[in-house]
């Protein structure tokens, strides 16, 4: 059974800091994309980060670029999102995803190209 988990979440006041984790089991994803969405209270859910299989490329969403950092280390199959400085509108339950399939080059921001999901953690940010 293919299992991501994430944790680091909390909550935590406007300009501090935040290092989401999210590690899979039950298959290796090093060859597959991974990304991070959000979905805040009454909204749906967005793109956040992705990442491709070797970590050599990202894309960010427009309102985290230069503040958020997306990460992977394949041998512990994990992706992390750092978050400095965290805002207001940052609030919100962060979910990782990772594709099912191996990269093909191309980086998706749409969940719907995302097989699999983990149950999501909280962040709030106090202003």
């Known amino acids: 059974q293919v299992q991501l988990v994430e944790s680091g979440g909390g909550l935590v006041q406007a300009g501090g800091s935040l290092r989401l984790s999210c590690v899979a089991s039950g298959r290796t994803f090093s060859r597959s994309d991974m990304g991070w969405f959000r979905q805040a209270p009454g909204k749906e859910r967005e793109f956040v980060a992705v990442?491709?299989?070797?970590?050599?490329?990202?894309v960010y969403t427009d309102s985290v670029k230069g503040r958020f950092t997306i990460s992977r280390d394949n041998a512990k199959n994990a992706v992390y999102l750092r978050m400095d400085p965290l805002k207001p509108e940052d609030t919100a339950v962060y979910y990782c995803?990772?594709?099912?399939?191996?990269?093909?080059?191309?980086?998706?921001?749409?969940?719907?190209?995302?097989?699999?999901w983990g149950q999501g953690t909280q962040v709030t940010v106090s202003s």
């Open positions: 995803a990772a594709r099912g399939t191996f990269a093909s080059g191309s980086l998706y921001t749409r969940a719907e190209r995302y097989d699999y």
């Open positions: 990442i491709n299989w070797s970590g050599s490329s990202t």
